[in-house]
């Protein structure tokens, strides 16, 4: 799918393209390298490094899951991941990312939008997410797209937000 957006030069205009792709294309690696820096330098070497490597590349292919990659000017400007969750009929979302020099342009919520839309197609009815409390802008993404926090999950014995656990139900 190809569509003009409004590109980061107001002089003209960027050509996006919404690719579906596997962890195995070479063009998901901005998005792997970005995220594994920027979990280090929100969380530390041994967390980013925990959670890069606690979801397998595998566990995003088809047909149980999948990239979705937004492309500008066929260059990778932002995307995320899905696997099939633990939860029967459940998708879980990882790895969203929007490159830094593209943030606060709309494309998390295109890219979440295309996420869900995946999703759906792969016949999932809800979504699962997690995210950190280093990680505030996610959160509001996340609520203002209509995921509903969980409180009962990711509070730690003395009341510390550990993470955040999101869910929405996907349409029909």
């Known amino acids: 799918m190809t569509v003009s957006g409004t590109g980061t ?12 792709v ?7 690696a901005p998005m792997v390298a970005e995220l594994a820096d920027e979990y280090r330098r929100r969380y530390g070497a041994e ?10 590349d595998a566990e995003f292919a088809p047909p149980h899951g999948g990239v979705v990659l937004l492309e500008e000017d066929g ?3 932002a995307g995320g991941a899905f696997r099939r969750a633990v939860t029967p009929g459940a998708a879980e979302f990882k790895r969203v990312w929007t490159a830094g020099a593209h943030r606060r342009r709309g494309l998390g919520r ?3 939008a295309e996420l869900e839309a995946a999703a759906a197609r792969a ?3 809800r979504v699962l997410l997690t995210t950190g409390p280093a ?5 509001a993404l996340y609520e203002a797209l209509g995921y509903a926090l969980d409180p009962a999950q990711g509070v ?3 009341g510390a937000r550990a993470y955040y656990a999101f869910t929405k139900d996907l349409p029909a």
Do not use: I, K, N
């Open 9 to 20: 030069r107001p002089d003209r205009r960027a050509e996006q393209r919404v690719r579906l």
């Open 22 to 28: 596997t962890m195995a294309d070479p063009a998901t």
């Open 47 to 56: 967390a980013a490094a925990r959670e890069m490597a606690g979801h397998p």
């Open 75 to 77: 260059a990778p400007v």
């Open 110 to 112: 295109r890219v979440m």
């Open 123 to 125: 016949g999932y009815a």
């Open 135 to 139: 990680q505030p802008e996610a959160v």
């Open 156 to 158: 730690d014995p003395s």
